[in-house]
């Protein structure tokens, strides 16, 4: 078995060694997606949908507490559209794929796949709403959106892919701010809760904000080799949109007012934050929260008589409460078969055989620590129940600490260099404010600036690189 | 109040009048969508969207009832994969939308927007299948396609149009076929159970079956202005695409066979058959299962003390078991209120008063048959309870009466005209099975094929257009 376990373990790179092969390994070998014929685009396969399907689920309730309704606009964006917002245009125009045929006739207009739809929701929104009684319009759509990127990578960054993008239109500036964190609050959770990755809460700088937006929020988070991942972000657009796009509404003085807007986007890179977060050289490891499968039984020795019975009768009750599945293959070894959910980063293993059938027992293994534990077969719905608990509380306490350790204070800029080829992770500074400031931390150390984080402290009075008065802490970080 | 009613009631065209108009009105006054920039391309406004979403988890749930995972495939297929099965590229090559730009560079290989996914996924499932032991593989997406139509109507037929597509891989041709029909099984029992609907379930004819397939079944739907609607279908594809997509696996005796193939869709179009099937002069009509709102709670005398708090208390206790509304605007009155949650088909309206409240009761007031009845606030949710189903099997019923009066036998071809222009809806009569009878009969009359109904009867001998032996029944209508 532990022969059988090498060769499995030899198919994917060691993490410490090529982190990014690694990535590449594990999102194939744990069939999470696949490449396809058109290049930079890929196939989510069933098990990496249903993480996001986990994530979207609980994303979606999140929405909707605060009154977010969902809806659906047009995957195609008239050119002068885009064109209509000055910054949005420069930012997305470079990156958009065109329609210029349909229906076998050539377009008067080309058409683009959304990159984002900013202007056709202002478009529809300015239509909706007439009065302050509109007020709030909270719409979201599940979609896909294309970008076309030079370099690609599964779930990191590929030409097509998935999320959500909300949209919303305030009749003030206050609630428009105020409903920008709130949703940023609910990224925070659903990455702190569900995927027990902990998250840097911060504002942008400008020259890393959204185009058009005033001002960006960001979720930051980082992976297992010190990098970097922007997880989710939220906007506001104070007037920004609602000036060129016409949204106007008469407001409670009776006065025509230009509205308030926000938009806010989490996508399919959560699924690439979980696997780098937590990852390791057994390959994917879930937290049961988002895990598709929180807990598979492998009957051992299943030849022999009542193993199978005994193993279907613990699925049958377990599944009730729990996402399970029972491996029943019979052209597998026990080895194979342990390595297999270990790769695909099942929180719990339960092990069953004559032996355990026995003294009416089960082996529980924890995909997290690889700990063992014999349980009672009349405890073990009670007791797997507090062990993913365990391992979730687990595994974001190891992802808070990898980020601890990773997480420097730089006074010089060579200083950021050296703490960033050392260890990598966040290097916390000072900063003027001053975008040739930030552009030369970028030149010199390929780190941008995370955010300028809410929870500020105060680590000296100057920039680390012009010298002048700083009032401001900046988080770098070399990105995904 | 009733001049405010019929002030109101006027802004939608008259349903017996011009049917296609009413349609179009009430898409638009009951917010369910709206027409965009672009040209055939409509946006799903939150209202419309939410009996989709409503839609959505009932058929989801249904999918994995069957062991079907949802997946994600690219939404471009490259020019040469489409062209790889004869029939399938000769179908949808006319109408589909085509990307020749993509990040300001030419592209080699022009891309069409999927106008449905058999290509793709057939390409990816021939590299995930090598063994009899990795079949069946179910898989589905829910996500949008483009078809450029020449003449849209929103939900009916649009550019762009929400779907779900399954694709399927089975072990033998006789597992493919009963999945086929199972799949076939969900959508009637959506349409029926969920949209109140009554179904027709049929074999298309080879003239109406679907590009590439061996097979393809149907549920129909009838209109209130006896037109057909296709409302869900399901193919049967045998090798036909596994043959050219090399999609092959090595079966129980060790040798390499072509896969059997299935695949099923369901779309947005289904939104257009609740408004249609159940509409009146009084706007939509919702069956309460599927109902974004099932009660709406209208208070009488908003500004007399009390009665909004006695409203609210009410609500919040509704709400815990039933999707749920209360109209507090103070801008509109009683009546505007009355006609506009009738107009937005809301299956039942709760008045609550004064006086109600001084006798500890509300009014419960049907959608469906303008029926009121006056219930004590202590038995109001088990009546609600009650009330919403009497609701939902009364529009089954409704529906299935229309049906019935509109289903008409012929043996000729002038009487099949006849029938059609006296009547519409279906008209029953043998068929030898050519073609070429299958054509006369729509270039005279207009109607297509609907099916082959699965529950066949012997209405004569002989074909009504050639005269010749006919042992098949088939059931003809006008179309949307």
């Given at each position: ?5 090498n060769e499995y373990v030899?198919?994917?790179t060691n993490i410490?060694?090529d982190f990014?092969?690694w990535?590449?390994?594990v ?6 997606a696949?490449y396809?014929d ?6 989510i396969?069933p098990?990496g ?6 994530i979207?689920?609980?994303?979606d309730a999140e929405?909707k ?6 809806l659906?606009?047009p995957?195609l964006?008239p050119e002068s559209?885009l ?6 245009v420069?930012g997305?125009?470079p990156?958009?794929a065109?329609v210029t ?9 080309k058409l683009?796949i959304r990159p ?8 529809m929104?300015s ?5 302050w ?5 909270l719409g979201?759509q599940w979609?896909s959106?294309?970008?076309w ?22 009749e003030?500036?206050?609630e428009?701010?105020?409903f920008?964190?709130?949703m940023?609050?609910?990224?925070a959770?659903?990455?702190?809760n569900l ?6 809460k911060g504002?942008k700088?400008?020259k890393?904000k959204?185009?058009g937006?005033?001002a ?8 297992h080799?010190g990098?970097?991942l922007?997880a989710g972000?939220?906007?506001?657009f104070g007037?920004n949109f609602s000036k060129?796009?016409s949204?106007k509404?008469q407001?409670?003085?009776g006065?025509?007012?230009y509205a ?6 989490a996508?399919?890179?959560l699924?690439?934050?979980v696997?780098?977060?937590h990852?390791d ?6 937290p049961?929260r988002v895990?598709?499968i929180q807990a598979?039984?492998?009957p051992?020795?299943?030849h ?8 279907q ?7 009730k409460?729990?996402r399970?599945k029972?491996?029943l293959r019979d ?7 342990f390595?297999?959910w ?6 719990v293993?339960?092990e ?5 059938i026995e ?5 529980l293994?924890?995909r997290d620590?690889?700990e063992k534990e014999?349980?009672?077969l009349d405890?073990?719905e009670?007791?797997?129940a507090?062990l993913?608990?365990?391992i ?11 980020r601890?350790?990773?997480t ?8 950021i260099l050296k703490?960033?080829?050392e260890?990598q992770?966040y290097?916390?500074t ?5 975008v040739e400031?930030?552009?030369k931390?970028k030149?010199?150390t390929?780190a941008h600036?995370?955010c300028i984080?809410f929870e500020q402290?105060?680590l000296?009075?100057t ?8 009032e ?7 990105q995904?």
């Amino acid at each position: 078995m532990s022969n059988n376990k090498n060769e499995y373990v030899k198919e994917i790179t060691n993490i410490e060694e090529d982190f990014a092969q690694w990535y590449t390994d594990v999102v194939l070998k744990a069939e999470l997606a696949d490449y396809t014929d058109v290049k930079g685009f890929i196939a989510i396969r069933p098990y990496g949908f249903a993480i996001w399907e986990n994530i979207k689920n609980y994303m979606d309730a999140e929405f909707k507490k605060a009154g977010v309704t969902n809806l659906y606009m047009p995957v195609l964006i008239p050119e002068s559209l885009l064109n209509k917002e000055e910054e949005h245009v420069e930012g997305f125009a470079p990156e958009v794929a065109w329609v210029t045929i349909g229906g076998e006739e050539e377009l008067e207009e080309k058409l683009c796949i959304r990159p984002t739809s900013e202007t056709m929701m202002s478009t529809m929104y300015s239509k909706w709403i007439s009065s302050w009684r509109d007020l709030p319009l909270l719409g979201n759509q599940w979609c896909s959106v294309l970008r076309w990127e030079k370099e690609t990578r599964p779930f990191l960054r590929s030409r097509e892919f998935l999320w959500q993008e909300g949209h919303t239109i305030h009749e003030t500036a206050e609630e428009a701010q105020k409903f920008t964190l709130r949703m940023l609050d609910v990224y925070a959770d659903v990455i702190e809760n569900l995927l027990a990755i902990p998250v840097l809460k911060g504002r942008k700088t400008e020259k890393e904000k959204f185009a058009g937006a005033e001002a960006t929020y960001t979720v930051e988070t980082l992976m297992h080799d010190g990098r970097a991942l922007q997880a989710g972000t939220s906007h506001y657009f104070g007037q920004n949109f609602s000036k060129p796009f016409s949204i106007k509404f008469q407001n409670r003085e009776g006065k025509e007012e230009y509205a308030y807007q926000t938009s806010w986007g989490a996508t399919t890179r959560l699924i690439g934050a979980v696997i780098m977060a937590h990852g390791d050289n057994r390959g994917l490891k879930l937290p049961p929260r988002v895990a598709p499968i929180q807990a598979v039984i492998v009957p051992i020795a299943i030849h022999k008589e009542g193993v199978i019975e005994k193993a279907q009768e613990l699925n049958e009750k377990l599944e009730k409460k729990f996402r399970m599945k029972i491996d029943l293959r019979d052209n597998y070894s026990t080895g194979f078969k342990f390595n297999d959910w270990e790769m695909r980063g099942v929180p719990v293993r339960i092990e069953i055989g004559p032996k355990d059938i026995e003294n009416g027992e089960a082996v529980l293994v924890r995909r997290d620590t690889s700990e063992k534990e014999v349980v009672k077969l009349d405890k073990i719905e009670e007791r797997l129940a507090e062990l993913l608990e365990e391992i979730q509380k687990n595994m974001y306490n190891e992802a808070a600490k990898i980020r601890e350790n990773r997480t420097t204070v730089a006074h010089t800029l060579d200083e950021i260099l050296k703490n960033l080829e050392e260890n990598q992770g966040y290097v916390k500074t000072m900063w003027c404010g001053n975008v040739e400031c930030e552009n030369k931390i970028k030149e010199v150390t390929g780190a941008h600036s995370r955010c300028i984080p809410f929870e500020q402290e105060h680590l000296a009075d100057t920039c680390p690189v012009c010298g002048k008065k700083a009032e401001k802490m900046v988080v770098w970080g070399r990105q995904y």
